[in-house]
C-alpha cells in the first residue's frame, strides 16, 4: 500500500470520526493528514510527511483555538434572538402587580412579564430581553 493511501485513509477515517463526534479539531487534523498524503504523492520522505502532518494539523488547530477565542460566546435560547423571535419585540404594560409582575396582551394571548432586576416596574412602552420559560423579561423603552 502506498503511503499516500495510508495519509488518506487516516484523513477519511478522521472526517468520520468528526461528524459522527461532531469535534471541528478532527477536521483540522485531517487537514494535517491531508497535506501529509499531498507531500507523499510528491515523493517527500515519511520523516517529512510525518513532520508536515504534525505541523499543518497541529498549526490548524491552534489557529482555529485562536480564532474561536477572539468572538463571543452565544446567548443562551431564552434571549438569544436568532433562535427566539420574540426578543426584541415590544409589548405595553398597562399597570404592575405588587409581586413586581404584570399582564399584557402580546401575539393573541395572555402573558405574565418581569421586569429586570434593578430597574423599577414602571408603566407604558417596553422591550422583551429574554424568555424565561413562560414569562417575558422586560426592558424599559
Not at 34 to 57: E, K, N, P, R
Not at 92 to 115: E, F, I, K
Not at 120 to 130: F, K
Amino acid at each position: 500500500m502506498a503511503e499516500s493511501t495510508l495519509w488518506w485513509l487516516l484523513a477519511g477515517g478522521a472526517i468520520v470520526v468528526e461528524l459522527v463526534t461532531g469535534t471541528f479539531y478532527l477536521l483540522m487534523l485531517a487537514l494535517g493528514f491531508a497535506a501529509a498524503a499531498l507531500a507523499a504523492h510528491f515523493g517527500a520522505s515519511m520523516v517529512v510527511q510525518t513532520v508536515l502532518a504534525s505541523v499543518v494539523g497541529g498549526g490548524a488547530v491552534i489557529a482555529w483555538y485562536r480564532i474561536r477565542g477572539k468572538y463571543p460566546k452565544n446567548l443562551p435560547a431564552g434571549a438569544n434572538p436568532d433562535v427566539n423571535l420574540d426578543i426584541g419585540e415590544t409589548v405595553m404594560v398597562d399597570s404592575w402587580n405588587a409581586d413586581g409582575t404584570a399582564q399584557v396582551h402580546y401575539r393573541g394571548a395572555n402573558w405574565t412579564v418581569v421586569h429586570r432586576p434593578g430597574n423599577p416596574p414602571v408603566s407604558g412602552p417596553h422591550r422583551v430581553a429574554e424568555v424565561i420559560g413562560n414569562r417575558l423579561l422586560l426592558d424599559k423603552l
